[in-house]
């Protein structure tokens, strides 16, 4: 049961990142909304990786936020080189 609310409200904070992603009036707010989905769906994985008592999810959550991480850095390269 708790586990349906988490997803329930994880799946509305990445429609809102989605919305704010399209919507977003400037570069850097899209950019922050990324982060903020991708913080969100390595959140699930973990979840799942409880839920499911699978270890290779977390796996799976570990290298999905690098690659996270390593985006941000590059789109923040990016705007900086912009100005």
Do not use: C, H, Q, W
Request: no cysteine; glycine share 8%.
């Amino acid at each position: 049961m708790s586990t349906a609310i988490f997803f329930g409200l994880v799946g509305l904070g990445i429609l809102f990142s989605i919305f704010r992603m399209i919507k977003g009036p400037s570069v850097f707010d899209r950019v922050l909304s990324l982060d903020a989905m991708n913080i969100l769906i390595t959140g699930v994985l973990v979840i799942i990786a409880y839920t499911l008592n699978n270890s290779l999810y977390l796996d799976i959550a570990i290298v999905y936020a690098i690659l996270a991480f390593l985006e941000t850095i590059v789109f923040a390269k990016f705007m900086e080189g912009r100005r």
